[in-house]
């Protein structure tokens, strides 16, 4: 299949990253998933559009035996727009929703965490058959600290040079464990246990939509 026509979106600018990476823990992922049209959707003749976006539902800090680690629970939001095969040769569209998890190591970093930024580093599709696909995503992740002149337990004036002042404030108590639970947004809860579609019979290896 060729895909070189594919227009892609989503990709973070460059310049939109944080500018606090110097000596800043970050992680990056790279995921490659398939994913299989609906069974109610047409056949896909060519692909024309892919639209990425990534989004936290929810991180919290854990304290292991290589030092803390912010563990990050989030969504690929894909969306393809492509050429039905048939003869009128429409313009259709498909939605996946896929979740997926990262860390970062924090070591013995005291900052406290109040957000977490992602980004989309780099996207590739390829078209496998009429049905199905797959996209590569990289995806890039660091933690947002609280504003150094709001909290005093930061030993490193290089982790807190942040140039975003937030008024959330979120206290972690190293004698707790660490073992909070910040929730971004409740009404994003992910569904692992059950397929978005009945066309779909195995889950996470294949991703339906609605």
């Known amino acids: 299949m060729k895909n070189d026509c594919i227009q892609i979106t989503g990709v973070t600018p460059y310049d939109h990253?944080?500018?606090?990476?110097?000596?800043?823990?970050?992680?990056?992922?790279?995921?490659?998933?398939?994913?299989?049209?609906?069974?109610?959707?047409?056949?896909?003749h060519n692909i024309?559009?892919?639209i990425a976006d990534v989004s936290v539902?929810?991180?919290?800090v854990i304290c292991t035996p290589l030092g803390k680690k912010l563990v990050i629970d989030g969504t690929k939001h894909i969306k393809i727009l492509y050429v039905a095969d048939d003869p009128c040769q429409n313009v259709h569209s498909a939605h996946f929703d896929i979740p997926f998890c990262m860390f970062i190591l924090l070591k013995d970093i005291d900052c406290e965490v109040i957000d977490?930024?992602?980004?989309?580093?780099?996207?590739?599709?390829c078209q496998l058959d009429c049905r199905s696909f797959t996209l590569s995503m990289i995806i890039f992740a660091c933690p947002i600290f609280e504003d150094k002149d709001k909290h005093k337990h930061c030993h490193s004036d290089e982790n807190c040079k942040q140039?975003?002042?937030?008024?959330?404030?979120?206290?972690?108590?190293?004698?707790?464990?660490?073992?909070?639970?910040?929730?971004?947004?409740?009404?994003?809860?992910?569904?692992?246990?059950?397929?978005?579609?009945?066309?779909c019979n195995s889950y996470?290896?294949?991703?339906?939509?609605k």
Request: glycine share 2%; with cysteine; charged share 20%.
């Open 163 to 199: 140039n975003i002042n937030y008024n959330i404030q979120i206290h972690c108590n190293p004698d707790q464990n660490c073992n909070v639970d910040y929730r971004l947004d409740k009404n994003k809860a992910i569904c692992k246990d059950n397929c978005y579609s009945n066309s």
């Open 48 to 50: 024309l559009q892919v």
């Open 116 to 125: 977490v930024f992602t980004g989309i580093e780099h996207i590739s599709i």
């Open 57 to 60: 539902c929810s991180f919290k």
């Open 204 to 209: 996470p290896s294949y991703y339906c939509t």
């Open 17 to 44: 990253f944080p500018n606090c990476l110097k000596n800043h823990p970050c992680s990056q992922i790279c995921e490659t998933d398939r994913f299989f049209i609906p069974k109610q959707k047409p056949n896909i």
